[in-house]
């Protein structure tokens, strides 16, 4: 596993890639989750009873960044299918959804744009915010362990 | 002579007795009957009554829904630090106005809270609402049954409270609330208004009292 990872971020574009993905991924959950305010001031803000809901984002946006980025190596040097980045796309934006609107910073813009499919999708995911993101962990582990055991055998590493 | 002192005495305790309780009761509740009261551009006259001191030179406008989990999070982290700091000593007033918005309870709730303000009992019925929030939208713990169950914990009459709310007595006060959010641009809750005397500033989320602090302090 150790080695597939070397493989991929020896290349310094994939590091700098995954990079660009957790940091972007991570500050756009926390502002949708009102972990960091823009404004009047930036400050970040960590309120007693939502410390899991942070550790998730944190988990989604450095899986997400590791498994997008082995998944763009895979298309670029394997020419592979792109439709095997699936996994990790998807797991990505289940894991952006939950709990990103409800009554944060667009949640009445979302609920007032889309009546009362917006506050029904809104409820289900303001409700099972911690479920979901665990699912979504769950879907972007699964995705992992996959392109790795491809890469294993497209690249012919040994473990 | 004497009968008549007694009765006279009776009478003087009895009206000190009345103006003792009364302003012992609820030192920093008033109830809105002010029909065109507005903060900076926000009306407020369908909002709730003031907490805290009405003459004081700021007010937060807060614009909640009781559903809301980012509403619970500053009442609980942010609140309890601008009400010992600003509101108590005087130097800032809290008006609390409906974006009941997140699910089918949250206006039912909000008009449970102008029930409780008919029996003088809004801001303790408001905190109650907070303190029993649970984490599921329409998850039952704002239903009817549920409002009116809290009613009964903080002894309300329950007749007047029942009748109030299921004749729907404050749906119109919370729509026009709902519509003062809109008219004044509010996209999510808790969002707040700072008003000054010179000037009107706006923060969105459930944002630590370091920003409140900061921005208070360079009103007064």
């Given amino acids: 596993m150790m080695q597939t990872i070397k493989l991929v971020f020896s290349n310094f574009k994939y590091v700098f890639l995954s990079s660009v993905i957790f940091v972007s991924m991570m500050i756009g959950l926390l502002i949708l989750s009102e972990y960091i305010f823009l404004e009047p001031y930036i400050v970040s803000h960590l309120p007693s009873g939502t410390e899991l ?6 988990v989604i946006s450095a899986l997400s960044a590791l498994v997008i980025s082995m998944n763009i190596f895979r298309i670029n040097i394997l020419k592979s299918s792109k439709q095997k980045m699936g996994g990790g796309i998807v797991g990505s934006i289940i894991g952006a959804s939950a709990g990103a609107c409800s009554c944060g910073p667009v949640g009445f813009a ?15 995911l303001t409700n099972y915010e911690i479920p979901i993101r665990i699912i979504a962990i769950a879907i972007l582990f699964a995705a992992y362990f996959t392109t790795v055991k491809s ?9 | 002579m004497n009968k008549k002192a007694v ?29 065109g009261r507005t903060h900076g551009t926000i009306s407020t006259a369908m909002g709730s009554a003031i907490l805290g001191d009405p003459s004081a030179p700021i007010t937060i406008v807060e614009f909640g829904d009781y559903q809301c989990h980012q509403c619970y999070n500053w009442f609980h982290n942010t609140k309890p630090a601008i009400t010992r700091d600003y509101v108590e000593t005087g130097k800032v007033n809290l008006v609390f106005v409906d974006l009941a918005f997140l699910g089918n309870d949250s206006p039912k709730a909000a008009q449970a809270s102008y029930c409780a303000e008919d029996q003088g009992m809004y801001w303790d ?13 329409d998850g039952g713990w704002a239903n009817s049954e549920r409002l009116k169950a809290f009613a ?19 749906s119109k006060r919370v729509q026009y609330n709902i519509q ?18 010179d000037e009107q500033q706006q923060i969105s989320g459930a944002q630590p009292f370091s920003v409140f602090k900061q921005i208070l302090d360079s009103m007064i």
């Fill in chain 2, 7 to 35: 009765i006279l005495g009776v009478i003087v305790v009895a009206i000190v007795a009345g103006i003792a309780a009364s302003v012992s009761s609820s030192p920093s509740e008033t109830v809105n009957l002010d029909m």
């Fill in chain 1, 110 to 124: 979302v609920i007032s744009t889309f009546g009362s499919v917006g506050a029904t999708a809104t409820a289900f």
């Fill in chain 2, 152 to 170: 009964f914990s903080l002894d309300l009459d329950m007749k007047l409270f029942e009748s109030c709310l299921d004749s729907g007595k404050y």
């Fill in chain 1, 53 to 58: 809901g942070f550790v998730l984002i944190l």
């Fill in chain 1, 151 to 159: 890469l294993k055998i497209e690249c012919n590493v040994h473990s």
């Fill in chain 2, 180 to 197: 003062q959010a809109r008219d004044n641009g509010v996209s999510g809750t808790p969002g707040f208004f700072i008003v000054g005397p």
């Fill in chain 2, 125 to 137: 019925y408001h905190d109650l609402l907070y303190n029993s929030q649970e984490p599921k939208i």
